[in-house]
């Protein structure tokens, strides 16, 4: 099942948020309840440690407590807080590495952990994408996981990540370009195009 | 959503092969507008390569979702643990939004979100005054737009040329630390705030970045996050 919000669901995210901005902890739970499972889903398919996961979700929330009352409606509340959710992702990441790397090179960085046994897999082609698929960076990983679980529109990944809507586009292309890539490197015949 | 379709752009009027291609993953979610449907749909027809393109963005789609169903939920007790933060979090006000309002909080006050007291009126006047003297005189962005963003008016080089650092302030911070900080380092905001609260700063051409960084972090009081810009 996947994270796509309906008209009647955000409009009632909004009101909800409202009610935050007010200090109703009631609607704050609620609107948790809501968000919960697709915000963590994405915190997990970046970050990918569970206990790192909570406190940037922890962080996610306490933030939207604080600036509930700034949120103005350009978008839908979703994205808002999905926005918020990945500059907490992207700074924690980049503590966590300690490294002087800029954020544009620590999220083009691959994922180091073990090379699936591409020639086990080979036949299985969906388990090998996807195993390929949490192999790709930071960024490709966050660009297929936004637009294929959550079902955010180009815009909605444009205003989430702060980007032109053209690099939103151009990423994409990028992240399946580099899976074709890894495919034909794992003896998939033809993946690249 | 209201509507969370792409918006049909002059472009998707003659959408080019390569147009379709970039567009395919939003096509097999639904979330191209029918012009577009319209056109992808006309290339597809003509186009083995890109009907293999279809059929392997449907398949990382599914694998996309497929990917999820073991990915769990938040601890049980993650929400009381939340709630339980909430009494030491001070919630920001909303942005005033007319500059002509002579009800409203004070430029700096709108942009922390501060009550415009007639003390934290004289500490605005002085930080901006302090930033003016840096040539980082911030303004809002089209005077009635309901943008509720910032940029700096008369530092054009910053946000030009120099680098950006994101930003966010301890909610408590004070007015004319801020600006005193800023104003050692040679930077100014540029815009914010954004989403998450944190705020655009632009730094000189040439500066050095790390060293704005660690005096930024340095900062524990007034700073609670800083990382690299565009």
């Known amino acids: 099942m996947n994270a796509a919000r309906t008209k009647a669901e955000g409009q009632t995210e909004v009101v909800l948020l409202q009610r935050v901005a007010g200090g109703d902890r009631d609607a704050f739970a609620e609107l948790y309840r809501r968000l919960q499972r697709p915000l963590f889903g994405y915190l997990m398919k970046l970050v990918r440690d569970r206990e790192m996961v909570e406190d940037v979700l922890n962080e996610t929330l306490m933030e939207v407590w604080r600036q509930a009352a700034r949120f103005e409606g350009r978008s839908s509340v979703n994205t808002w807080v999905f926005s918020i959710a990945h500059h907490r992702a992207v700074s924690r990441l980049r503590k966590k590495r300690e490294t002087a790397l800029d954020e544009e090179q620590a999220a083009a960085i691959e994922d180091e952990g073990p090379t699936p046994d591409m020639k086990a897999e080979s036949s299985d082609m969906s388990r090998l994408l996807g195993k390929l698929m949490e192999r790709l960076s930071f960024e490709h990983r966050e660009i297929l996981h936004l637009a294929y679980y959550q079902e955010f529109s180009v815009q909605e990944i444009a205003t989430a990540l702060d980007l032109p809507p053209n690099t939103v586009k151009t990423r994409m292309f990028y992240a399946r370009q580099r899976l074709r890539v890894l495919l034909e490197e794992s003896g998939v015949e033809g993946a690249v195009a | ?230």
């Not at chain 2, 083995?48 to 059929?55: D, H, N, V």
């Not at chain 2, 009550?115 to 005054?129: G, K």
Request: charged share 20%; hydrophobic share 40%; with cysteine.
């Open chain 2, 1 to 230: 959503m209201s509507d969370s379709r792409n918006t049909a752009s002059p472009k998707s009027s003659a959408l080019g092969e390569e147009d379709v291609m970039e567009l395919l993953p939003w096509y097999v979610t639904g979330k191209t507008s029918p012009e577009e449907n319209a056109q992808i749909e006309r290339h597809l027809s003509a186009s083995p390569k890109l009907q293999a393109e279809l059929a392997m963005a449907r398949r990382e789609r599914q694998v996309s979702l497929d990917g999820m169903q073991a990915i769990g939920e938040p601890s049980p007790d993650f929400l009381n643990k939340v709630l339980g933060q909430l009494d030491g979090a001070r919630q920001w006000g909303p942005i005033a939004k007319d500059k002509h309002d002579a009800e409203a909080p004070g430029l700096f006050a709108r942009l922390f979100g501060f009550a415009s007291t007639p003390a934290l009126r004289l500490v605005a006047i002085a930080a901006c005054l302090a930033i003016v003297v840096e040539g980082a005189a911030i303004v809002k962005l089209a005077g009635n737009s309901s943008s509720g963003t910032y940029e700096t008016a008369s530092a054009p080089d910053m946000s030009a040329a120099g680098p950006h650092l994101i930003v966010q302030f301890q909610p408590n911070a004070g007015m004319a630390a801020i600006g005193s900080v800023l104003s050692e380092l040679d930077a100014g905001i540029i815009r914010g705030p954004m989403p998450d609260g944190s705020y655009v700063i632009g730094l000189k051409p040439g500066a050095d970045v790390d060293h704005a960084i660690a005096a930024l972090k340095g900062h524990a009081d007034l700073v609670t996050g800083v990382d690299r810009g565009s």
